[in-house]
């Protein structure tokens, strides 16, 4: 249902107080400040007028995961454990990935059930960087900084990537910094030198870091100030 809609339905205001409500942003849905009449309004939403709560919503999840080599980011597989396997929780089947991951990468992956939070982080318009620690077949050359910051054309979506930052670590092992999650997109971007991709794990989705306390297929929640900062 419309916010406008949903507000003027409540006892408490009338038309001409729910469009002053929003023009004063005063409404929040899900933590998030709206002005948009046709702003939506689902079941589950949590809907606030300046401190009051007129509708509580569904508890939000939001669980960081040290993803392991050979699981799947998915919610299900017929032949591969997957991410989810991993995660202990009631109602897991309201969880969802924010950010996949490929089958053997490692390393951060965020899981919630709060839709409006993982599209904040995952849309590149945010162009939250995400950073990869790598490790490559062959040398990484000097090269490879220039052209990922000048950005590399992708046929098959018929794109040129974002710039992406390359610090060297070592000859075959750098840090790359991406604002984008195209498909395979390292690994692509390694493999225009012909340099395969041996070892890739995330270590942050912008200001989300991988907890190093967690070891390979641990998880834990967020802390709510974490959740706070997407
Ligand atoms: N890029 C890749 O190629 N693989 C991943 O898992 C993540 C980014």
């Given at each position: 249902?419309?916010?406008?809609?949903?507000?003027?339905?409540?006892?408490?205001?009338?038309?001409?107080?729910?469009?002053?409500?929003?023009?004063?942003?005063?409404?929040?849905?899900?933590?998030?400040?709206?002005?948009?009449?046709?702003?939506?309004?689902?079941?589950?939403?949590?809907?606030?007028?300046?401190?009051?709560?007129?509708?509580?919503?569904?508890?939000?999840?939001?669980?960081?995961?040290?993803?392991?080599?050979?699981?799947?980011?998915?919610?299900?597989?017929?032949?591969?454990?997957?991410?989810?396997?991993?995660?202990?929780?009631?109602?897991?089947?309201?969880?969802?990935?924010?950010?996949?991951?490929?089958?053997?990468?490692?390393?951060?992956?965020?899981?919630?059930?709060?839709?409006?939070?993982?599209?904040?982080?995952?849309?590149?318009?945010?162009?939250?960087?995400?950073?990869?620690?790598?490790?490559?077949?062959?040398?990484?050359?000097?090269?490879?900084?220039?052209?990922?910051?000048?950005?590399l054309y992708f046929a098959?979506?018929?794109?040129t990537?974002?710039?992406?930052?390359?610090?060297?670590?070592?000859?075959?092992?750098?840090?790359?910094?991406?604002?984008?999650?195209?498909?395979?997109?390292?690994?692509?971007?390694?493999?225009?030198?012909?340099?395969?991709?041996?070892?890739?794990?995330?270590?942050?989705?912008?200001?989300?870091?991988?907890?190093?306390?967690?070891?390979?297929?641990?998880?834990?929640?967020?802390?709510?100030?974490?959740?706070?900062?997407?």
């Open positions: 249902m419309r916010v406008d809609r949903f507000l003027s339905n409540l006892p408490c205001f009338n038309r001409k107080q729910v469009r002053l409500l929003l023009v004063e942003k005063r409404v929040r849905i899900d933590g998030k400040v709206v002005s948009d009449p046709h702003s939506e309004v689902r079941e589950f939403s949590r809907v606030e007028v300046d401190s009051d709560v007129l509708q509580v919503g569904k508890p939000l999840r939001h669980f960081m995961l040290h993803k392991p080599a050979g699981c799947v980011s998915a919610t299900k597989d017929p032949q591969h454990p997957t991410v989810l396997d991993l995660i202990h929780e009631p109602d897991k089947d309201e969880l969802h990935i924010a950010g996949r991951l490929d089958f053997n990468t490692t390393g951060l992956m965020l899981i919630t059930n709060d839709g409006s939070w993982s599209r904040r982080l995952t849309q590149p318009q945010t162009k939250l960087p995400k950073v990869y620690y790598v490790e490559t077949e062959h040398a990484i050359g000097p090269e490879y900084a220039i052209k990922f910051s000048e950005g098959f979506e018929d794109l990537t974002q710039p992406a930052g390359l610090e060297l670590l070592g000859t075959k092992c750098a840090r790359l910094s991406i604002v984008e999650g195209r498909y395979h997109q390292v690994k692509r971007m390694f493999g225009h030198f012909n340099n395969k991709v041996m070892r890739l794990h995330r270590e942050r989705m912008g200001p989300l870091v991988l907890d190093d306390a967690l070891k390979p297929g641990e998880y834990r929640p967020l802390t709510v100030e974490e959740i706070g900062l997407i």
